[in-house]
T-cell receptor, first 112, second 117 residues
Framework: DADVTQTPRNRITKTGKRIMLECSQT?????MYWYRQDPGLGLRLIYY???????NKGEISDGYSVSRQAQAKFSLSLESAIPNQTALYFC???????????FGPGTRLLVL | AQKITQTQPGMFVQEKEAVTLDCTYD???????LFWYKQPSSGEMIFLIY??????QNATEGRYSLNFQKARKSANLVISASQLGDSAMYFC??????????????FGKGTTLSVSS
């Protein structure tokens, strides 16, 4: 079984809809991250959490919110989706002095 | 200014040849970490190799090595004996400062590697 899972893997939604992307991990890591990837722009950080009580905004948090329900679960919400939020979304976990991050398989989101 | 610069949008190499993917970084921190990730066409992000700023030796992991030149602020990925399965997008990333300072990874825009037979 994968250590970091994301659901759904693909999602099509309409402008204005609320949508939640979920991430679960079995690696036992405290740190979790949400990134989005757009063609030609690499990965950009949306939110991160260093433990259940700690939530921090990343570079591009506007239009997004997160919830850290447990050490193993970190959800990303788009309260009112817009077309420029169409992207590939990755959840990642990190641990250790290196802070090597391990990524989920990604969620492809299309906002019409 | 960009923190991570990957100047090669695309690279082409033949099987069994070695290839170097360039990465330069910009930080004023003394403690930092440099990473390379591979993203095949299927989309997942695969961790390849890590180099710490205080590591004196270049990191190696199988066919991957990281050519770390601290004074030049470069962290190039070298893939020896390329294989068809190496065709993918490659991202260089940096963690600035200490973990406790609350930083995540900063990614470059990536280099597409195409390996031909």
């Amino acid at each position: 079984d994968a250590d970091v899972t994301q659901t759904p893997r693909n999602r099509i939604t309409k402008t204005g809809k609320r949508i939640m992307l979920e991430c679960s991990q079995t690696k036992g890591h405290d740190r979790m991250y949400w990134y989005r990837q757009d063609p030609g722009l690499g990965l950009r950080l949306i939110y991160y959490s260093f433990d259940v009580k700690d939530i921090n905004k990343g570079e591009i948090s506007d239009g997004y919110s997160v919830s850290r329900q447990a050490q193993a679960k970190f959800s990303l919400s788009l309260e009112s989706a817009i077309p420029n939020q169409t992207a590939l979304y990755f959840c990642a976990t990190g641990e250790g002095p290196q802070e090597t991050q391990y990524f989920g398989p990604g969620t492809r989101l299309l906002v019409l | 200014a960009q923190k991570i610069t990957q100047t090669q949008p695309g690279m082409f190499v033949q099987e069994k040849e070695a290839v170097t993917l360039d990465c330069t970084y910009d930080t004023s921190d003394q403690s930092y970490g440099l990473f390379w990730y591979k993203q095949p066409s299927s989309g997942e992000m695969i961790f390849l190799i890590y180099q710490g700023s205080y590591d004196e030796q270049n990191a190696t992991e199988g066919r991957y090595s990281l050519n770390f030149q601290k004074a030049r602020k470069s962290a190039n990925l070298v893939i020896s004996a390329s294989q068809l399965g190496d065709s993918a997008m490659y991202f260089c990333a940096m963690r600035e400062g200490l973990i406790q300072a609350g930083t995540a990874l900063i990614f470059g825009k990536g280099t597409t590697l195409s390996v031909s037979s």
